[in-house]
């Protein structure tokens, strides 16, 4: 475990040099890594999201690929296509941005509804289909998208299918006055570059970490005082979508990731609370404004076991 540790101490610590200011941010981050789940930013631009995602890329000596979303991106311009070689009259495969290990999804809703499904089994069973043939993905396959919550001409919002393949959303929000100074420092002189940031973690150690949050325990109080916090979500007044089966394991895998970067092998239900916005964000349709507030709500009127062990 003491490895471990030093791995994931010196992960926070590039990653905080890409992005000043925002340790919280940071944390989340790398639970949903190791929790193998995919990552929607939905915030301004210009707040350090694609840094952080090459940055967090490179960390992991992972291929870093990116699609800027537009209404003409085709679906094969993400997954790739065939092309007919005519001198051997065969067919050879040029693989899309999704043969990567880290997919940097721009404007996500800015792409069309066909383009955005074409992401849903890549999301989903890390594979693709092209022409009947299904082919594997990285098995550390991980998709940060970014929409901007401003701007709505020509966007197409995600459906709840495809919202519901992301493990959780986040929003970076502007740094404070003393870190936007520090960040400015950075690049007097062009003294910051990206590319001084650091591998700690090979691809074959990511997955191993994955594998150990996976099996990272969850008693049976605990996961009964999840299955009660989605029943509240059903029956929440101000919710129209409560929380689905498949949502449930997710938030589970999320805070099995949260106990696992707090140095425990189980997971108790501050873990539970501690992603509960980030995950629930996505998932419960209601009155947007007063997402935070339902949720919060819902988390004080569930009763909280008493063995947190």
């Known amino acids: 475990m003491t490895q471990t540790t030093t791995k994931i101490d010196a992960l926070r610590e590039q990653l905080n040099r890409a992005l000043v200011g925002k340790e919280d941010v940071i944390e989340l981050v790398i639970t949903c890594l ?18 952080l ?21 085709l679906p094969t311009d993400v997954t790739g296509f065939n092309v007919f ?21 721009d404007e996500i809703n800015r792409a069309t509804p066909r383009t955005q499904s074409a992401l849903f089994e890549a999301m989903a069973e890390r594979q693709v289909t092209i022409d009947n043939h299904s082919k594997k993905l990285s098995p550390t396959f991980m998709v940060i998208a970014t929409q901007n919550p401003v701007e709505s001409h020509g966007a197409y919002p995600l459906p709840e ?23 400015l420092g950075q690049f007097v002189g062009d003294r910051f570059d990206a590319e001084e940031i650091e591998a700690v973690l090979t691809l074959e150690e990511l997955q191993k970490l994955q594998s150990e949050v996976a099996l990272v325990e969850v ?30 394991i997710t938030w589970q895998r999320v805070a099995q990731g949260w106990a696992f970067l707090q140095g425990r092998d189980f997971v108790i239900p501050d873990d539970v609370q501690a992603v509960a916005l980030p995950v629930l964000k ?3 349709s209601g009155d947007s404004d007063n997402t935070d507030l339902m ?9 909280v076991p008493d063995d947190r062990s």
């Open 34 to 51: 190791i929790a193998k789940g995919h990552l929607l930013f939905d915030d301004l631009p210009g707040l350090g999201k694609t840094t």
């Open 53 to 73: 995602a090459k940055a967090l890329a490179k960390t992991v000596s992972g291929n870093f690929a990116r699609i800027q979303c537009t209404p003409d991106l």
């Open 85 to 105: 070689d005519q001198k051997n009259h065969t067919f050879d495969f040029r693989e899309g941005p999704v043969f990567s290990d880290l997919l940097l999804t």
């Open 161 to 183: 299918a495809q919202l519901d393949r992301f493990a959780m959303k986040l929003n970076i929000g502007y740094p404070k006055s003393d870190d936007e100074v520090a960040m």
């Open 219 to 248: 008693c049976e109080p605990v996961r009964r005082y999840l299955v009660e916090l989605g029943t509240a979500t059903r029956s929440h007044g101000s919710i129209e979508l409560g929380l689905s089966p498949r949502g449930l």
């Open 282 to 284: 996505l998932r419960i």
């Open 295 to 303: 949720i919060r709500e819902i988390i004080e009127a569930v009763p």
